[in-house]
């Protein structure tokens, strides 16, 4: 049984940090893709974040120098680390796992997907 759990959000001021947690459990953890996403009101999900089974990430230019993207294995739990937020980052947060290499060349309709947790900024 796949299951994905979002933790960490809430109400946070412009300027300050927040962190997001994602524990996975069902899956080969360390072999997947992992994603944060989020999703607005009125707007699109959009893909802000993603690291390989190696490491490597990718970030929205949304995002980038802003958050962080990590995983602990040993733990099994994603990680989005969130600084310097302004209020455009409100939204509905959302991890995903997917099966494949590199995360730039999956398709997410068919990943693993938490249920979200809101951030307000």
């Known amino acids: 049984h796949v299951q994905l759990v979002e933790s960490g959000g809430g109400s946070v001021q412009a300027g300050g940090s927040l962190t997001l947690s994602c524990a996975v459990s069902?899956?080969?953890?360390?072999?997947?893709?992992l994603g944060w996403f989020r999703r607005a009101p009125g707007k699109r999900s959009e893909g802000i974040a993603a690291?390989?089974?190696?490491?490597?990430?990718r970030y929205a230019n949304s995002v980038k120098g802003r958050f962080t993207i990590s995983k602990d294995n040993s733990k099994n739990t994603l990680y989005l680390q969130m600084n310097s937020v302004k209020p455009e980052d409100t939204a509905m947060y959302y991890c995903a796992a997917n099966r494949g290499y590199p995360c730039s060349r999956l398709r997410w309709d068919s990943a693993y997907w938490g249920q979200g947790t809101q951030v307000t900024v």
């Open positions: 069902g899956v080969g953890y360390s072999t997947y893709c």
């Open positions: 690291i390989d089974r190696d490491g490597s990430t």
